[in-house]
């Protein structure tokens, strides 16, 4: 079995913007999804995920999509998860020229499906470093965030973008303009994500903001006011300024209030994080539900983010230096 991992991501600042073309900053975090995979010689592709945040789920086919697993979990979930490694692994045939390589895949995340965190992103990256090396392959990591981009582009119909996917071959702190991505300079980031259970539905929310800035200049001006943000944050995260960072998170998240992104858990758990003394709060990824990301080197955040109702996990998640890791 050749098996490997990839870090998750929080936007420090900047989704929605960076649909538009403005900057934004992803930073990968210390969670990880990490795919196993063994070849098989029958040319079938056999997929086994015990924890995608998701009832344990096993699926069996034969390189169609289409055929329906025996399982209990949502059937978007299934097709998505499904669809993913499926597309990964016609990557990974077309790159190493096996176009009849077939594998045993199990997936273990503990990143929460859906929920902004970059959970496909990761699972996406690991499944194709895995499977490549399985076959004798081994891709440099801008081949490897490329191909992964390749897979998410295919899946959801051409509505990514490139942070996830680079954020989770690379690690660290990424800057992202259109198709540009390129690593940057950050300090040790405290970072605290506070999770309401759920996920906004990114399409819907992209959507939502795309018709609000055709309608109102002053939606369109929110959205480059984004990007002056972004601007100005990636020279505070340079300087390693925490507190004002924190502020500029604070800022981020009203911009994006604004754009009617937030929702009520989220915006209660970023007063949670702020009352708790936290540096700044925002939420991260497309938004309507999921995750935000807080700065605070105490435990206080964590704690109150605990007891906040509608909160159903509170973790500390320091940033992953390392993108993908070759674990065997
Ligand atoms: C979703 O995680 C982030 C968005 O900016 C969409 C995207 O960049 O693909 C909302």
């Known amino acids: 079995m050749t098996l490997s991992s990839a870090p998750g991501k929080v936007y420090l600042f900047g989704e929605h913007a960076v649909v538009y073309g403005e900057p934004a900053v992803p930073c990968a975090i210390e969670r990880r999804a990490r795919v196993g995979v063994t070849r098989r010689d029958d040319g079938k592709l056999r997929v086994q995920a015990d924890d995608l945040s998701l009832d344990g789920f096993t699926v069996e086919y034969g390189g169609q999509t289409g055929t329906r697993p025996d399982v209990d979990v949502s059937e978007n979930l299934i097709a998505a998860a499904m669809g993913y490694v499926d597309g990964a692994i016609e990557q990974v045939r077309d790159v190493t020229g096996e176009a009849d390589a077939g594998f045993d895949v199990t997936i273990e995340s503990d990143i929460p499906l859906g929920a902004g965190l970059g959970s496909s992103a990761a699972v996406v990256v690991a499944a194709i470093d895995a499977a490549t090396r399985e076959l004798g392959v081994t891709l440099e990591p801008d081949e490897l965030a490329e191909r992964a981009f390749q897979t998410e582009y295919e899946v959801q119909d051409g509505q990514a973008s490139r942070a996830d996917t680079f954020c989770s071959a690379t690690g660290g702190a990424v800057r992202v303009e259109g198709d540009d991505c390129r690593s940057i ?144």
């Open 185 to 328: 300079e950050a300090p040790d980031l405290p970072i605290v994500v506070g999770f309401d259970g759920g996920a906004g539905d990114t399409g819907e929310l992209v959507a939502g903001v795309r018709s609000l800035r055709e309608e109102y200049g002053f939606a369109a001006d929110t959205v480059e006011t984004i990007g002056d943000l972004v601007r100005t944050g990636e020279d505070v995260l340079a300087d390693g300024d925490l507190e004002e960072l924190g502020r500029l998170m604070d800022v981020n998240h009203g911009l994006l209030s604004a754009l009617g992104v937030s929702s009520r858990s989220l915006d209660a758990m970023v007063w949670a994080a702020r009352n708790a003394g936290a540096y700044g709060a925002k939420l991260t990824g497309a938004g309507g539900g999921g995750c935000i990301v807080a700065l605070d080197p105490t435990d206080e955040t964590e704690t109150a983010l605990s007891y906040t109702p509608g909160c159903e996990d509170a973790f500390r998640a320091e940033l992953a230096e390392e993108g993908v890791k070759r674990l065997e």
